[in-house]
């Protein structure tokens, strides 16, 4: 797992040293989302990077019934994670990401409750690792969720790595 962090990690060093105009500008989360995501596709070679993906094979991805999450997009507040890290045809999920700005007022719970569920090893589109990534000007909070719930060794571990390129 640490080896997909590290790749995480050079990706936001990346899109940090080379997106500052965005942050500059106060662009909107889809913006950063999708420029992150082309960061990442340089560190994962071999994988898709999909950015809002809703299938899973050929199934659409649906959350359970009686979440607080939405499986429609009427209010954009749909399951499909921000960015996503996988092999479409297999399919194979390693990474879910969930991206917010620092300026994003609207409580996290949303966010969290899809990264819980994606991780859940008993949901048939269960992802390896989920990131809820915070993105600030200058810094990025972070939690890395794998089995449904935060792992706060890895947590920790993210942010060390984080700080150690001026992004803690």
């Known amino acids: 797992m640490q080896g997909e962090l590290n790749k995480v990690v050079a990706a936001l060093r990346a899109f940090y040293a080379d997106e500052a105009f965005l942050f500059a500008k106060d662009v909107g989360e889809r913006t950063l989302t999708h420029r992150l995501a082309v960061h990442l596709e340089k560190q994962f070679q071999g994988w898709n990077v999909d950015c809002d993906y809703n299938r899973l094979g050929e199934r659409r991805l649906r959350m359970p019934h009686g979440t607080i999450v939405s499986t429609d997009d009427e209010f954009g507040k749909s399951v499909y994670p921000d960015i996503v890290v996988h092999q479409r045809e ?79």
Do not use: C, M
Request: charged share 20%.
């Open 90 to 168: 297999i399919p194979n999920n390693l990474l879910a990401i969930e991206v917010r700005k620092t300026s994003n007022h609207q409580p996290p719970d949303h966010d969290r409750h899809k990264l819980r569920a994606l991780t859940d090893p008993h949901l048939w589109f269960a992802y390896g690792t989920g990131l809820y990534l915070v993105l600030g000007k200058t810094s990025v909070a972070s939690d890395v969720y794998v089995g449904g719930v935060v792992d706060q060794t890895q947590s920790a571990w993210l942010a060390g790595r984080l700080g150690d390129i001026g992004l803690g």
